[in-house]
């Protein structure tokens, strides 16, 4: 098979698919270098930050399976693929203790002030009696978004001696259930703003969750509280950010792993506050995350393999010998 990765994976992905098939790795993500590394391809391997559009897709027609190595599907045209009956897999489940941990990693940051302790002191100011922190302990956590990555988020929360409350989309009983066994009250979201001193988003992106955290979100929350988003970019109103950590009263700082323009040469708008935190969406970015993602991108795509393969064997097979009843066969010559 030929199988096209466009996206960052583990080396041992790449190693072991170059055993048995044919593999195109190119991550330069111009839609022209795009189009024609897919061409021909049967399996597409990509994470965030590349566009898998129906006009990409479509330079790919024998293209039967997109391997997604996470779980957004905010870059692909979901429509397309079921119009074209394209399988996709997702692999959302290694992202959850590494973006939960990246986001306990930025609330003690906020917390215990550490990019300014470090700042002063590499200028050599010791600024020891100057700095306020606080603990996690004690402090509610506020999960937008307690499926896979947020619960987990709030069950490592929880064992710091926080208090986590979550809420989801379209909660149940059921779900209710499940989050109070991991620790986590079940809540609105307008309880969940207005009571967290750490508010976590983990929502994916479409049209109902797009600057979801806006204005009015600022104006519900604690005073003093913090803001961490390892969602998407776009989740989280910048511009409206940018004003309340400058103007507002009520958000202290914020931690953003993900934003709105994402890329090289992209610099963020919060990027010259001080009361801010700022990655690279690295929120999954674990060498061990990475290589159980890769070995389940590897598993799906030999079982897609095997399966295309004796689909094509069995239509190749000759089928019974149809003989029409009124055939009569022609008389021999002597």
């Not at 998407?232 to 940018?242: I, N, Q």
């Not at 994402?262 to 919060?270: A, D, Q, T, V």
């Amino acid at each position: 098979m030929r199988i096209a990765i466009v996206s960052g994976v583990d080396i041992d992905v790449i190693r072991h698919l170059e055993k048995h098939h044919e593999v195109i790795y190119n991550l330069d993500a111009k839609p022209d270098v795009l189009r024609n590394t897919i061409q021909g391809c049967d399996v597409l391997v990509f994470r965030s930050g590349v566009s898998i559009t129906a006009e990409l897709m479509a330079h790919a027609p024998n293209l039967g399976l997109l391997v997604r190595a996470g779980s957004g599907l905010d870059n692909i045209d979901l429509e397309y693929l079921k119009l074209r009956d394209i399988k996709l897999q997702r692999i959302p489940e290694p992202s959850a203790q590494a973006v939960g941990e990246m986001a306990i990693a930025l609330m003690f940051a906020l917390a215990r002030n550490l990019r300014e302790a470090d700042q002063k002191l590499r200028q050599g100011y010791w600024a020891k009696l100057e700095l306020e922190s606080h603990l996690l302990s004690g402090k509610v956590l506020g999960i937008v978004g307690a499926g896979n990555i947020g619960a987990r988020t709030g069950q490592l929360g929880a064992a710091l001696g926080m208090k986590p409350m979550g809420c989801v989309q379209a909660s149940t009983p059921a779900i209710a259930a499940e989050l109070r066994k991991k620790h986590i009250q079940p809540a609105t979201f307008e309880e969940v703003v207005t009571n967290a001193d750490f508010l976590s988003i983990h929502v994916p992106l479409s049209d109902s969750t797009r600057n979801m955290i806006n204005a009015n979100t600022f104006a519900m929350m604690k005073r003093g509280s913090y803001l961490i988003n390892l969602a998407r970019g776009g989740v989280v109103d910048e511009k409206a950010l940018y004003q309340e950590l400058t103007k507002g009263k009520r958000v202290r700082g914020a931690a953003m792993d993900v934003h709105e323009r994402e890329g090289h040469g992209k610099i963020s708008p919060l990027a010259e506050l001080p009361n801010v935190l700022l990655t690279p969406h690295i929120g999954a970015m674990t060498v061990e995350t990475q290589q159980d993602i890769g070995r389940r991108a590897v598993a799906m795509i030999e079982e897609f393999a095997l399966t295309r393969s004796k689909h094509k064997a069995s239509s190749l097979q000759p089928g019974p010998v149809q003989i029409d009843p009124g055939f009569q066969p022609p008389a021999m010559a002597d």
